[in-house]
């Protein structure tokens, strides 16, 4: 015997079969990337709202935190914005959206671009006044990611560095944290990922993405591939995940979410 799970939205009405064995009650926990929490949120709300009873509990902490409490049984799903490594093959990985990381800077900053020389020399220490990349005599912050985030080893393998290379003035944890920082800071330069600054920069926080290797900084370059530094946003499992993980996965990589997926200037993968 099966349990239908239904969700109606938009007038459509989606079906999802899971065993008898979930019942009212279960209880989904996700943990990881502060990138794919807020999304994962939206989704699991979205999909509670379909199936009552059920409860989705959703995490962040880094996309380490994802990769060990997957492996390690302390999450159902875990959430990591990037690819998986080869040593991470015990895990399978189900891609629910793309995402591109992109630097920012105070709106106030009258430098437009920086070519990857510069931000290395500003993130080594070796630049350290605005003036010398074009802008205003000044002091640069440094911010930079904290160890175990997937933004930070997805900027050093871009750059060829290595976190020890850096010469941070502000380390902070989540894409929300490092946006806080720089528009708090006009003399500030930090990197988060471009859905959430985008997002906020529509929306009046004074930050400004700038463009790398030529290419603006936007969702539409990441759909597009132009854009060069870019990621997948993945749920991770460890073995056969279980039906209602299944089920959860299936959803968030359904058509029924792109909405969600598109409020955060993430791109959807094309469904079937």
Same mark, same amino acid.
């Given at each position: ?35 794919v ?17 059920i409860?989705?509990?959703v995490q ?27 040593? &991470? ?19 106030s ?18 630049? &350290? ?6 802008g ?32 941070a ?18 003399g ?12 906020? &920069? ?10 790398? &290797?030529?290419?603006?900084?936007t ?5 597009d ?9 993945n ?6 995940p279980?039906?209602l993980?299944?089920?959860?996965i ?23």
């Open positions: 015997m099966k349990i239908k799970l239904f969700l109606l939205i938009t007038g459509f009405l989606t079906v999802f079969s899971v065993s008898s064995a979930i019942a009212e009650g279960s209880k989904l926990v996700l943990t990881g990337s502060s990138t929490a807020p999304l994962a949120l939206e989704i699991a709300k979205r999909f509670e709202k379909g199936n009552p009873g409860r989705v509990d962040t902490g880094g996309s380490s935190r994802g990769i060990n409490d997957a492996r390690k049984g302390l999450a159902d799903i875990g959430m990591v914005s990037r690819a998986l490594k080869p040593e &991470e093959s015990d895990l399978t990985p189900y891609t629910v959206a793309m995402d591109g990381i992109g630097i920012i800077v105070h709106k900053n009258p430098v437009q671009k920086l070519s990857d020389e510069q931000i290395i020399s500003i993130y080594t220490g070796a630049v &350290e006044n605005w003036k010398e990349v074009g205003t005599d000044s002091p640069i912050t440094v911010v930079n990611k904290a160890e175990g985030r997937s933004t930070l080893e997805l900027f050093l393998h871009h750059f060829s560095l290595k976190n020890s290379d850096i010469k003035d502000v380390v902070i944890g989540d894409n929300q944290q490092g946006i806080k920082t720089v528009s708090g800071n006009p500030s330069i930090g990197y988060v990922s471009i859905g959430t600054a985008e997002y906020e &920069e529509r929306h009046g926080t004074p930050i400004r993405l700038l463009p790398m &290797e030529g290419v603006p900084a969702v539409d370059n990441v759909r591939g132009k854009f060069p530094l870019s990621r997948q946003l749920l991770v499992v460890k073995g056969t279980s039906p993980a299944n089920a959860f299936d959803f968030a990589q359904s058509k029924d979410v792109h909405d969600l997926i598109e409020a955060q200037f993430f791109v959807p993968l094309e469904s079937e």
